[in-house]
């Protein structure tokens, strides 16, 4: 809603206003809890700047917009929801079907993977001088949320290229690295030639597979299975999102939480909000 808000009313709005509504943007969960007195001391506005803003934006006053954001999101989510069930309804599929398959396919996960396996790939990730990763086809989206989660807590991730590229990249690996792999269904020949070249150059690798059997798997140095269904059926990427997110919250713990770089992050936003806006 703000940024639809902010399309129709951002050429008549001052520089203190862009300020005002890139803020509102960037917190719009918290919106209910903020007063004007919160925004002027946060924002260091004067008041009258923030009163007259609200009908710049078709508003008569914070008030109101909060009540007008609330109404859409109480709507919003049971429109949704009343759309897909009735989707689900018609194509024959339930999410109680779905919620079944996906608590099987995370139990047959857990059955494997330990919790002492998700420790040592987080010693392995805080300990590494550079960490890359090669993340092609369905786990490209995997591969990015890693990148996007793992940035914060100062842990870089340097993708991989696929083809021949490859090997532009693979000159650069030394020991002290560490190469985090994906290879569902099959391990791509860019998977196999990072792992046979493993012991040659020093550093270490970690495997996020669907596989439990091949040659190959061994080379290894960690290897962190998620079930996604039988081999005839859709492979869904619920369990791999679920290990993902367990690995980037010990790894946040394991490093102190990440409570000061949070701190800074809220302290950028602050600064800065009004300047970027998604």
């Known amino acids: 809603m703000l940024e639809k808000i902010y399309e129709q009313c951002k050429e008549g709005l001052s520089k203190s206003d862009h300020k005002i509504l890139g803020y ?31 009908t710049k934006i078709g508003f008569k006053n914070l008030k109101e917009l909060k009540q007008e954001l609330y ?3 109480e709507a ?7 759309a897909a069930l009735n989707l689900w309804k018609e194509s024959g599929i339930s999410p109680e079907v779905l919620l079944e398959r996906f608590t099987s396919q995370i139990e047959r996960t857990f059955q494997v993977v330990s ?37 914060r807590l100062g842990i870089r991730l340097i993708p991989l290229p696929g083809g021949s ?14 190469v985090l792999l994906f290879g569902y269904s099959r391990l791509l020949t860019e998977v196999q030639v990072l792992l046979a070249y493993e012991k040659e150059a020093g550093y270490q690798t970690i495997l996020f597979t669907d596989l439990l059997t091949g040659e190959q798997l061994s080379q290894a140095d960690l290897l962190l299975y998620t079930c996604r269904g039988e081999p005839n059926d859709y492979h869904s990427v619920a369990a791999p999102v679920l290990l993902l ?4 919250m010990k790894t946040s713990q394991a490093l102190g939480g990440g ?10 936003r602050e600064a800065y909000g009004g300047l970027i806006r998604r």
């Open 259 to 268: 409570l000061e770089k949070a701190k800074k992050l809220q302290k950028l």
């Open 24 to 54: 509102l943007m960037e917190h719009e969960r918290e919106i209910q809890a903020v007063t004007a007195g919160d925004l002027s001391e946060r924002l260091g506005i004067s008041t009258a700047t923030i009163s007259r803003f609200w």
């Open 71 to 73: 109404r859409r999101q």
């Open 115 to 151: 919790p002492e396996q998700l420790d040592q790939a987080v010693k392995m990730m805080a300990g590494a001088k550079r960490v890359y990763c090669f993340a092609p086809d369905v786990s490209a989206g995997l591969g990015r949320i890693l990148e996007y989660r793992l940035l």
């Open 245 to 248: 997110d367990l690995l980037i």
């Open 165 to 178: 590229q490859l090997y532009d990249a693979m000159v650069n690996l030394t020991e002290g690295d560490l």
């Open 76 to 82: 919003t989510p049971y429109s949704r929801m009343n």
